[in-house]
C-alpha cells in the first residue's frame, strides 16, 4: 500500500463483528492504522467471538470494547459500519461502508465461526480494495 490508511470499525457493542475485522485487519495488514469502537459498547469482548477468533489464531481478548468517539470517524480513511444505525457521524471525503452481518451475541460457538468466516472474506476484500 502507498500509505498507511486508517480504518474505522463500528458496531454497536463492540464486542463481537468490529472486534473480528479489526483483528484480522490487524494481522493481515499490519501497516494500516487500525480503530474500533460502538455506538453501546459492552463492558467486555463476547468470549464466543474470542473463542471463534483464537481458533484462528487472531487474539482480541485484549481490546476492550470502546465507546464512538467522533475524533475516531474524522481519523479514519474508511469506515466500516455494522448495523450501528445512524450512530455513525458522517464526514465529508471520508469512504463508508456498511456490512450488514449477523450479530454474534448469544450465538454458540458453531454459530459464530460462520460470521467470523464472513468477516475475514470480507476484510480480506477491504484489503484489496486498499491497494
Not at 458496531?11 to 468490529?18: D, L, P, T
Not at 467522533?70 to 444505525?85: L, N, P, Q, Y
Not at 464526514?91 to 460462520?114: C, H, I, N, S
Request: glycine share 8%; hydrophobic share 45%; with cysteine.
Amino acid at each position: 500500500m502507498a500509505r498507511v490508511t486508517s480504518v474505522l470499525f463500528v458496531c454497536v457493542h463492540n464486542a463481537g463483528r468490529s472486534q473480528m475485522a479489526a483483528g484480522f485487519l490487524r494481522t493481515l495488514a499490519p501497516d494500516v492504522e487500525v480503530l474500533s469502537a460502538g455506538s453501546e459498547p459492552a463492558d467486555r469482548v463476547n468470549p464466543v467471538a474470542v473463542a471463534a477468533m483464537a481458533e484462528v489464531g487472531v487474539d482480541v481478548a485484549g481490546n476492550p470494547p470502546r465507546l464512538l468517539d467522533r475524533e475516531d470517524v474524522r481519523a479514519s480513511d474508511v469506515v466500516i459500519t455494522m448495523g450501528c444505525g445512524d450512530a455513525c457521524p458522517i464526514f465529508p471525503g471520508k469512504r463508508y461502508e456498511d456490512w450488514e452481518l449477523t450479530d454474534p451475541a448469544g450465538l454458540p460457538l458453531e454459530q459464530v465461526r460462520p460470521i467470523r468466516d464472513e468477516i475475514e472474506g470480507r476484510v480480506r476484500g477491504l484489503i484489496e480494495s486498499l491497494r
